[in-house]
């Protein structure tokens, strides 16, 4: 991904709210797979890591990409923004 399609990708997700949100029990199964359901249906997609010291979200935020083959696009704060090509089979 370049720089230009990334600063689109942000800009489109300027106005998204977290579809998932990690708290206390951190990066389960269940949480994968709902990022993963989400990314299936939106491709571009916000979500918030709550706990954590920074250092922390950050590892937690490209875990999940990785674990979704999904691009980081963007974190600011407590907030990631996740992209994945939609497949389009089907």
Do not use: W, Y
């Not at 990334?6 to 800009?11: E, I, P």
């Not at 029990?25 to 990022?35: D, F, P, Q, R, Y």
């Not at 920074?54 to 980081?72: N, Q, V």
């Amino acid at each position: 991904m370049d720089k230009q399609q990334k600063r689109a990708l942000k800009k489109a997700s300027h106005h998204l709210k977290p579809v998932v949100r990690i708290g206390q029990h951190g990066l389960s199964e269940g949480v994968i797979n709902e990022t993963k359901l989400s990314l299936n249906v939106h491709e571009l997609i916000k979500v918030h890591i709550h706990d954590g010291q920074r250092e922390d979200r950050i590892a937690m935020g490209e875990a999940l990409a990785k674990a979704c083959d999904a691009e980081l696009v963007h974190q600011i704060g407590k907030n990631f923004v996740f992209f994945r090509k939609r497949d389009r089979e089907g």
